[in-house]
């Protein structure tokens, strides 16, 4: 069985997706009222740690629907993102940063 992703509402304009596999998503989106449309900008966390990496090619996401359907029109681009392996480049990413972060604190350490 296939769990699906859902989204949590965590404030005005910003909800949060857990990707279940240890990672979050944040969607952040903005109304313009000039376009007509929202403009949605993704994050990624590791669960663990309470920081936000931006997502350079999700920076500006362009949703053309109505405040009723926003939401579940971010959950399912995320999940066809997720499905596509769009979050992969991220993932690894995140993971050699943060490898070097202890690395970093290891050397440091030492040095003290």
Known sequence: MINKLTYKKIADSIIEIDLLNGYTVI????????THDYSVQLRLKENTIDRWDVMEK????????????????ILKHVSHLLYDGFFDYYIERYKYEMKCFEMGDEISCLNA
């Open 58 to 73: 999700a920076r500006q996401l362009k949703f053309n629907c109505n405040y009723k359907v926003i939401h579940s029109a």
């Open 27 to 34: 969607a952040i989106y903005t109304w313009n009222k000039h």
